[in-house]
């Protein structure tokens, strides 16, 4: 069974920092995408940084480039999100994904297949 494990949040001012990571187990494919979701409250699900396991293929939501860098340690099995200067816009449930097929930043969150528990990140003012 395929686990995805995310870790980091937190409560931060504007203009802080923080990492979250997502630690992945047992994902039956050589290669396969992972990426960022992110959930404010009463939003849908979009998409904030994605890449695929080779480290290829980065992408970002406009409104985080700059901002966010997505990484991984294919050693671990983990991978993280950066996220320098925070505003409080940033504000939600931030789940971890992965998927055996290509997707961006712009792809349904309905059409990937394994997901994490998610993790708060709060923004304050």
């Known amino acids: 069974q395929v686990t995805l494990v995310e870790s980091g949040g937190g409560s931060v001012q504007a203009g802080g920092s923080l990492k979250l990571s997502c630690s992945a187990s047992?994902?039956?494919?050589?290669?396969?995408?992972w990426g960022w979701f992110r959930q404010a409250p009463g939003k849908e699900r979009e998409g904030i940084a994605s890449?695929?396991?080779?480290?290829?293929?980065?992408g970002y939501r406009d409104s985080v480039q700059g901002r966010f860098t997505i990484s991984q340690d294919n050693a671990k099995n983990t991978l993280y999100l950066q996220m320098d200067n925070l505003k409080p816009e940033d504000t939600g449930v931030y789940y971890c994904?992965?998927?055996?097929?290509?997707?961006?930043?712009?792809?349904?969150?309905?059409?990937?297949?394994?997901w994490g528990q998610g993790t708060q990140v709060t923004v304050s003012a």
């Open positions: 890449m695929s396991s080779e480290a290829l293929n980065k």
């Open positions: 047992k994902i039956p494919h050589v290669r396969y995408y």
């Open positions: 994904a992965a998927d055996p097929w290509p997707f961006s930043v712009n792809a349904k969150a309905t059409s990937l297949q394994y």
